[in-house]
């Protein structure tokens, strides 16, 4: 028996006990798990971990909706125990308690087995009506209580009390899909305080904000996990928009070095019948996750917000990276064109943006590869086309502002004592 198999063996076990709320006839075959009268398949996958253990596994369980023409959910959920069918065990608790009510919630539109629905104006959250949104603005959402390893007491505010933002991000990141399950897990590092952990739809999207608006102090290692449901509206723009986003994406990735210029490309482009605004926000957007992608991995202490230089004249300053599709669709697919593309076409488009160059530069004058995590990187400026040099200007002087409130004090000589 395999170990996905066993996994559907023990979720379908855990349904059948705890019954009422996620009752139903269940059915287990061919390593497909029918559960709630037939309405969601569950299949299972068991990734094989960076440091292989017995007592720990790395499951993904994915739930067909077949009300919502088949759209999967994919769950990412770990299990721990003595050995490897405890942990296995674990996992399908987990998921049971953590992904099935709010599943369930979402197929009969109304919360049950302690998940809430939020953004419920005027909400009573003693019968799992929450007002808040969580980070989920003007969507229809479920979400899961919370479960917590390595710490003691209750140092969240309760759902009724607070709105913490859980799942910020989420639907600007979602692929162009209508339902969608995401994943926030906050952690605790002891003085150091909280960071979180968002996963949408598996592992397409994963985003990390290290500074998390918790007050309490936390133990040294310690986090709370839980999921949410939601959906945009059927026959929603935002999903066209979406998948509109992703097919310039792909194009533009795909023919970058087809042109003698990037202006070539855009005009090229634009004549195929692509929408001018969304190619420019891809040469300007999604190329910075592209050059991300590269050398993330060498410590480059990127900035989470870009500055916006517009037309009118106005500039945005702090604009998150996340808030926009073009960034984290960039980043979902970048990462299947990084196994596609022809090398010297990922790597061109890797370096366009202007923080490669930077990063490139700094090689150039001789910094070692290993010192890049000293490197921190000032806010990117994305101009809107037409947008004119004084407003451009005044952009490059609030970056220059930036940098100077950054920079580390200059150290002096050791024979200096004034």
Known sequence: ?????????????????????????????????????????????????????????????FAQLHDYDDEVLDACVFGMGDDREKALREASVLWITLVAGPIRSFLDNHPVCMACQIGVAGGNPAE??????????????????????????????????????????ASESAAPRRVHLAKATVLSSGKNGWHRELEIDGHDISHRDDDWPLPANGPEFGYIVRFAVFEFPQNSSEVRERAELERTIQHFAEHFTDHESIDQLIEAMVERGFDS??????????????????FE??????????????????????????????YSRGRALGIKLRESLPPETWEALNLYNAESNAILSALDQGVAVEDLGGMRMAPSIVPEVGTSSETMDKALKIVNEIMERTRPPAKKPWWKFW
């Open 1 to 61: 028996m395999s170990d996905a198999h066993q996994l559907l063996e023990f979720i379908e076990e855990g349904l059948n006990i705890h019954g009422e709320e996620l009752g139903g006839w269940t059915q287990l075959l061919d390593e497909q798990l029918k559960i709630f009268d037939g309405r969601v398949t569950l299949s299972a996958e068991i990734h094989e971990m960076e440091t292989p253990q017995d007592g720990m596994v790395h499951c993904h369980v």
């Open 277 to 294: 605004q969304i190619v420019q926000e891809v040469e300007s957007i999604s190329t910075i996750a592209f050059g991300r992608l590269l």
């Open 128 to 169: 799992g009506f929450i007002p808040s949104d969580f980070g989920l603005p003007r969507l229809r959402a479920y979400v899961g209580p919370t479960v917590s390893r390595g710490i003691e007491g209750n140092l969240f505010p309760s759902d009724g009390e607070t709105n913490l933002p859980w799942f910020r991000y």
């Open 297 to 326: 991995s060498t410590g480059v202490q990127y900035a989470s917000t870009v500055i916006r230089a517009k037309a009118d004249g106005t500039i945005e300053t702090d604009v998150p990276l996340m808030s926009l599709p073009a």
